[in-house]
Every structure is written in C-alpha cells, then in structure tokens.
C-alpha cells in the first residue's frame, strides 16, 4: 500500500501550508497502511527473539549459553540489516525515489517470509499456553477479592494444580515469600478453585522486571535524540570526506557499524576472557551489562553537548566554514556501544528470567521501552519549550527559534542533551537499586529455601 501511494502522481510534493496536505481516500490509505505496518513490524519484532531462543532447551547443559548467542547473533543480524537500510536504501530514496525504496522493502519483506515458512517444519514449538495476560489479570482479581481472608498457616497448604489437571505447557514454580498479597489468590476452598502458586508466583517475576524496564526508558529518549536532532544537525555541518559526499541520512551507520564490530568480538573474545575471570557463564551478569550500556548513554549525551557547543559555534562564526559531519561519530559511537550493553542483554535477561508462558511478553519489554522512549522524548521536548520560554528572558524555549535560516543555529540543543545527560545520571542511580533490590528466579528459591520453615511462613517474624 505505501509502495503504490509513493508512486502514485497524487503524493508528489506540492507547496502546502495547512496542517495536514493530504485528506480524504489518500489519507485513509495512507494511515492504514502505517497502522498495518506497525501491527506486523510488532508481531514479529514481538515473537521472533522468543521463537528462536526457544530452540534451545535451558534446562539441558550449554542451553542458556546457547540462548545468550542466539540474541547476540539475532541483533548482529538486525544490525546488519539496519545498516543496509541506512545506506542502501537511504541511496535509493535519493537517486531512484520513495516509491523504489518501498518496493525494496516489499521484497526482501517477501522473501524473508518465504525462509521462515520453509523453516516451519525444523523448528521446536513450545505448547500453547493461556493468554498472560489473562492469567496475570486473573491472579490480581483473585487476591482483591480475597484480600480479608486470613492466610492458611503453611505455605504447603496454598492450592496448586496436580499434574493431570494443570496445563502441561506451563513449568511449576516453586512458592516464594515476596509480594506475600498475591498469595491471597490461591487461597484453598473458594467457590471457583482460585488461582495456583505457578499463577501468582509468575505475576510476581513480572512485577520484579518492570523497575528493571522503567529504568532503560530514560536511555531510549536519548537514542530518539540521535535520530531526530543530531540527524538534523548533519545538515548544518560539512559533509565531505575527501571526495566523498556524506548524506546526512546516513549518519546513523555509525552506531551500527560500531555494533556490527564489536557484537562479535563480544562473543568470541570478551565473553570467553571475562568466564574465566568471574566464573559466569556469560562472563557478567545481564544486569551488569546494562548498567554499562547506561552508564555509556550519559557518557554520550554529555559528548553530544560538548558537539553542539563547537557546531553552533562554529557556524555563527562563520556559516562557509562549517565542522566535519564527523564529528557526529563521537557520540553515535559511543551510544552504538551503549545500546549493544544495554538493549541487546536486556532481551536475553527478560527471556531467562521469564516464566516458560510468558517470553513472548517479556522479550516485548525491550521493544517496549523503546516505544515508551520516543513517546517520552516528544513530551520532553514539549515540556523544556514550555518551561524555559517562561524563565528565559529572550522568551524563547530552548528548542525554538525566532523566523531566521538555520533556526538550529539560535536554539540551545547543547542544553537540551545535557539536561538529558543529567536526567540519565538520575536514573542510572535509581537503576542501580532496583538492579540491587532484584533477586533472580535462583536466587529467590535459594533464598526463600533457607530463611524459614514452612511452619513459620506467616508468623510475623518473617
């Protein structure tokens, strides 16, 4: 639909001053098209990081070893394919159009559907389970309405399916003492059985990720910076190395090809070096690893500022002599390595540490994150306006210009990238205690093994 709409004579650009230039049948097709594209982009961004890490089986030995590199291995293909979509068909677009790049994408959209169907009958499915979002709906429902009864003296005596009559696609988990007010919900002896210890025990792993989640927004609001004001920067900077001309859409290969790098250098050098030292089998923690990559993300705002300052003042300076396109490369760098550390590990920990019905949901957190980010920057961005066009005596919001050419030249972005570098600061401190507060799945059983005995489960000393 969008490859038919760009070639279509009634979508050349025409001078428009209105807030919307496109209207009746056009607009319909055109918003059902990007509505039918982002419903597909999320099913299968959604499900196919589970999908293949479900070929390994965790419980056998070398199977989370096995997962760790699919994801490493899944986004050295993402990368990859990022990078030709900011080369190649960002060259396309300029040399043969719009509608020729759409069709590309139309293609090779049609030809990967082709390998994952003649891929079907190699691959491992697991079992369909119930909805989680059901089964989470159902546990909270359960434990509201059964909040004023009194717990039963042993946590043995909680209800939990037996195997003929529990659903084989969904592993038991053993009870733990956090988040104790959900266990209300299998509460034996109501009327429709309640819900079992697996049910509210797999409610408590998601509650126990989503601080984990909320921590990485922040660093997705700087990486929608990089691809909206520092893209827009290019433009205001020379393009040329040596003979060659840079396009400015071409600015994001940086990060990528710093991930295409470094992704296996990861797996075949860091990992093995940093096994033997720490004894991990995947050298460090996932938590560790995002801890690095948003540690980075400040790292490569506050260099973004710095960027801006010499860009700006370059160009007020003398506008026939602008800094190097290049000069970019330092803060998409260094975010490259960052969301290397942060994203792809976050996506291997939500899939570890998820219950076997729920890794689809959970492998979305990482994706979800991404989408709250951009969604957070817009309001950023709206709100420092608001703000500083109030405070500032000029009256004029950090991001806003008075009518001249370049308008990016009179705003103050430097400002903008190092509020956001502090506000990452904030954040990495917030994150670090919640990575503290955050007990793994062994880890809470070893735990919850150790501190009491059945008997005193709900004694008020524990």
Known sequence: MITIQAHSKKSEHVPCNKPSCIGGSDATMFYASLCILAFGCSGVKGSVAALGADQFDRNETGGAKGVASFINY?????TVG???????????????????????????AFVSFVVLALGKPFYLFQPLANSPIVRVSQVITTA???????????????????????????????????????????????????????????????????????????????LAQLQTFS??????????????????????????????VLLPLYEFLFIPF???????????????????????????MGIAGLVEVKRRDQALKDPFKLISLFWLSFQYGVFGIADMFAMVWLMEFFYKEAP???????????????????FLSTAFV???????????????GWLQAPE??????????????????????LNFGNYLYWASWYKYRSQVKEADEDATKPSEYYSPAT
């Open 404 to 425: 001249m050419e370049p308008p990016l030249n009179h705003y103050k972005l430097d400002y903008f990238y190092w509020f956001l570098a502090i506000l990452s600061t």
């Open 231 to 260: 893209v827009v920067q290019g433009y205001f900077m020379e393009p040329h190395l040596a003979t060659l001309n840079i396009p400015s859409p071409w600015i994001p290969v940086i990060p990528l090809l710093f991930m295409a």
């Open 356 to 374: 076997s019905g729920m890794r689809s949901l959970s492998t979305s957190f990482a994706l979800l994150s991404l989408s709250f980010g951009y």
């Open 82 to 108: 990022s990078l030709i979509g900011v080369t190649v068909v960002v060259w396309i677009v300029l040399n043969r159009g719009w509608h020729w790049a759409f069709f590309t994408g139309l293609v090779t």
């Open 274 to 300: 940093a096994r033997k030292i720490t004894g991990h089998p995947n050298g460090i923690t996932q938590l560790q690893r995002v801890g690095v990559g948003l540690v980075l993300s400040i790292i490569s």
């Open 382 to 396: 709206n709100i420092v306006n608001a703000v500083t066009e109030k405070v500032s005596s000029d009256k004029q």
């Open 144 to 222: 509201v309405r059964n909040r004023n009864l009194k717990f039963p003296e042993s946590s043995d005596e909680l209800y939990e399916a037996d195997d003929k009559e529990g659903d084989t696609s969904v592993e038991k988990l053993a009870h733990t003492n956090q988040f104790r007010f959900l266990d209300k919900a299998a509460i034996p002896g109501q009327p429709d059985g309640g819900c079992t210890v697996t049910q509210f025990e797999e409610v408590k792993i998601l509650i126990r990720m989503l601080p984990i989640f909320a921590s990485t927004i922040i660093m997705n609001t700087c």
């Open 74 to 78: 899944y986004q050295f293909s993402m």
